[in-house]
């Protein structure tokens, strides 16, 4: 099946930086790629997606670049902001439903 | 529009208690249902997912199990809670013969002590 792997497992930036969260996956034939943001208790919720026939596609302050060659991808967010604070899910669709990452802990810093 | 419900939204349960958590989905037909499991902080791991009614698949073998009543109702069960079994547990449905976009519940959080 799927694997998804995810890094850092934590980040840390200042606020107006980028921060940047890469993601791998192993089954090539996976063409569906979304991020979710969750605060804290709340539900994740889906913030930006890119299918396999685009390499890239921003939205406002977030963009996400996909490198299917090489099975990865990746969110880049810039001018950070204190309510960007919060965890990162990547995932690539399966066979039978979404396989995520383990997740990443952005903090940014005011 | 599309919505989910899931309750409750906190539950304490003792060691060897059962379970039932519920889903239910407005504004849509025959969705994929799922259940997932976060433990703290971790990621989201796949436990059942169903494609129609009475029609269930495991992921993970467990204590738990998933059923299907009715075309928008998901619900999760034990019959004796583990204390393993503590998380946080979300439903979510996608658009039937896609697994792509989820959307998620509010989530259940679940202490067994």
């Known amino acids: 099946g799927e694997n998804v792997e995810q890094h850092p497992s934590t980040l840390s930036v200042q606020e107006g930086d980028s921060a940047v969260i890469k993601c791998t996956y192993s089954d090539s034939a996976s063409n569906y790629f979304p991020w979710y943001k969750q605060e804290l208790g709340k539900r994740p919720q889906l913030i930006i997606d890119i299918r396999s026939n685009v390499g890239e596609k921003k939205d406002q302050r977030i963009a996400v670049t996909l490198n299917k060659t090489a099975k990865h991808f990746s969110l880049h967010i810039t001018e950070t902001q204190p309510e960007d604070s919060a965890v990162y899910f990547c995932?690539?669709?399966?066979?039978?439903?979404?396989?995520f990452g383990s997740g990443t802990r952005l903090q940014v810093q005011p | 529009s599309q919505t989910i419900h899931q309750w409750p939204a906190t539950l304490v349960q003792p060691v060897g208690s059962p379970l039932s958590l519920e889903c239910t989905v407005e504004?849509?037909?025959?969705?994929?249902l799922y259940w997932y499991r976060q433990a703290a902080g971790r990621g989201l791991q796949l436990l059942f997912y169903s494609v129609g009614i009475g029609q269930i698949s495991s992921e993970v073998p467990q204590n738990l199990s998933a059923s299907r009543p009715q075309d928008r109702q998901f619900i999760l069960s034990s019959k004796k809670l583990l204390l393993s079994d503590s998380g946080f547990y979300l439903c979510?449905?996608?658009?039937?013969?896609?697994?792509?976009?989820?959307?998620f519940g509010s989530g259940t959080q679940l202490s067994v002590l």
């Open positions: 504004g849509t037909s025959n969705p994929n």
């Open positions: 979510a449905w996608s658009v039937r013969a896609t697994n792509e976009k989820l959307f």
């Open positions: 995932a690539a669709e399966g066979r039978r439903a979404l396989t």
